[in-house]
């Protein structure tokens, strides 16, 4: 029994979770300590808990599940994230894997595969419901994430994300276009945007926009009527 891997499920809906519970329960290998209904709660008993691996739906009432694995891998690095969601696109799995999530899968595919997914992250392997290979997985979370070599000593000073958000807001998205862009709170984007400004030490949108164009991060002509 001590060899069971400890399970948190993240989800707002309970008979979603019930289901989910009545899957993992019995299981071999497998030990439920708890539930959360919502993002905040979720990372709250993660690291009260410290579980080995988490179930977390990819939407939930606060903030997004990507946001949530992020803040959990990052307070708790061992622990291994597998997402549920009803999403197949794209762009969502590629930020699920960048957030720190080793796993993906479709909720219809839970009760069939839910099981095999938790027993391959908790050995360290990436799963994904779908024909993806692993040296794909490891492609996504690398895809869209490279930046161009900028020697600007300002440009530098900012984190990856902080440069992510930089191009978003000279290219005119608004805070909430670019919190679901990357999948994180308007308040996060907020937080970003603040610490771009102190770090290039400009005060306006408009200097952010003559800055990145300077830089060549953006299309001048994204700004001609």
């Not at 099981?115 to 908790?122: G, Q």
């Not at 799963?127 to 020697?151: C, P, W, Y």
Request: proline share 3%; net charge negative.
């Amino acid at each position: 029994m001590d060899n069971n891997k400890t399970v948190l499920i993240i989800d707002d809906h309970p008979l979603f979770r019930a289901g989910l519970r009545s899957i993992l329960e019995g299981q071999q290998g497998l030990e439920i300590v708890g539930e959360a209904g919502s993002g905040d709660e979720g990372f709250e008993k993660a690291k009260d808990l410290n579980p080995d691996l988490v179930v977390m739906d990819i939407s939930l009432p606060d903030k997004s599940g990507i946001e949530v694995t992020r803040e959990i891998r990052s307070e708790l690095p061992d622990t291994r994230i597998t997402i549920l969601s009803m999403h197949s696109k794209i762009d969502y799995i590629a930020e699920a894997f960048r957030a720190g999530a080793t796993g993906y899968m479709g909720k219809e595919s839970a009760a069939e595969k839910l099981v095999e997914c938790l027993l391959a992250i908790s050995k360290g392997n990436y799963f994904i419901d779908s024909s993806l290979s692993h040296k794909v997985v490891e492609s996504l979370t690398k895809f869209g994430e490279h930046e161009a070599k900028i020697t600007d000593r300002g440009y530098g000073t900012l984190t990856p994300r902080e440069q992510q958000v930089l191009r978003l807001l000279a290219e005119g998205l608004s805070t909430k276009k670019i919190g679901e862009k990357l999948f994180i709170s308007p308040k996060t984007v907020e937080n970003h945007r603040a610490n771009i400004m102190n770090k290039l030490e400009v005060h306006s949108t408009m200097e952010l926009v003559r800055y990145a164009v300077r830089l060549g991060l953006i299309d001048v002509d994204l700004w001609k009527d």
